[in-house]
């Protein structure tokens, strides 16, 4: 592939436009006597296979029982074939997928697999090979059904945070992994994609990754370098197409009784857009019987009392927060701002008990480090802030019952920081508007999230 392509122009640029301010002295709100952490250095990944062999293995959740294996080849000759099957070495089936490639500047990308498999069954281990060769890989796919457990890391990065970011996300089991936006943090040095691709193999070839854009990964200037998304497109590609969307940089899939809806917050979302439209149409057509969560993901937040990025998640917020309350969103996500941070259920800069609980998990581990201040004073809505690298889990009981916990990066240990009880606002009577003596399907929730008593 191609040589490491640095110019120090884009450097100075991307200083100025994308480094978050990093505050020298540390507002200390959760934990007094915890030290801050500081950045560490990036890790680069290189490739140990040959060029034929697959490398970058990483896999989504496609349509219904579909999975897409995705993955990376130097040889051009390199088909785009999966062999899979439930136990070791022994593929009984064989699926054909697509291709492309991409050039930026002087890099030209390997061949990018893309693969659909399937139908698959619900809670099984399937066996496969990338390319007829290589080593094999081997995933478990999500249960149909609850409990289910998600892992959600914003900004993730490259890094040596990162690195024991994803081991604790390794090291106790989940089904599907959720990333809010900024990836690979390769700001146009496209190698840096690849080597991201191989850091993360690990996990991303045995548990589905569903992730959404971030501001790293415009990779766009003015007039020289017009095509936004080159890259994160070209390689994680995600089920848009399967949700009725038109583009990559927004989507929506069911998963175990949960509705959950990537936004873009690096595109068009005004009233008339076509991402707006889309959203829409998707909210309408929620069967809340049938998946009683529903959870968004986006990069910039639309809630955030840190120093860094505010107001940055303002118009968005202004254009779709009405209709995601009118749905009964139950959780945002969002990353961008380098810190975790809990709000309670909030509509409209106002505490609202059926409006989304808003949450900031931008804490990966990415190399600019983490944003150290939040506002003073406090905001009331702000439930729990801290600015440490870490990443969390959100494991669905049941239709009405979740458990959220985040856990911050201790060295090699990784501490519970934070958990809550949430409860979905899927049967809230209050919530839509269901007085007594009328039909309702399940008991009321009258608080909507109860500090865990466990
Ligand atoms: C990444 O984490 C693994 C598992 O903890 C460790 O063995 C490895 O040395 C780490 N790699 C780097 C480059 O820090
Ligand atoms: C982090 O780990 C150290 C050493 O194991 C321990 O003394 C400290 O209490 C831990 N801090 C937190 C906040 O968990
Ligand atoms: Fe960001």
Redo the contacts with the bound molecule.
Sequence with gaps: MAKLWSPAAFRVLLTICCVPQIMPHSHVSAEEYYIRQPPRSV?QTPNKRSESDPQQVHISLAAKDYIRVSWITDDKEAESVVEYGKLPGRYNTVATGEHTSYQFFFYKSGKIHHVKIGPLEPATTYYYRCGGRGPEFSFKMPPANFPIEFAIVGDLGQT?WT??TL?HVGSKDYDVFLLPGDLSYADFQQPLWDSFGRLVEPYASSRPWMVTEGNHEIESIPIILPHAFKAYNARWLMPYEESGSSSNLYYSFDIAGAHIIMLGSYTDFDEDSAQYKWLKADLAKINRKKTPWIFVLLHAPWYNTNTAHQGEGESMRNSMEELLYNARVDVVFAGHVHAYERFTRIYDNKADPCGPIYITIGDGGNREGLALEFKEPKSPLSMFQESSFGHARLKILDETRAHWSWYRNNDSDAVIADEVRLESLSTSKQCWGITDGQESSSSSSSSSVTKDEL
């Design positions: 890790i040596e690195n024991s081991d």
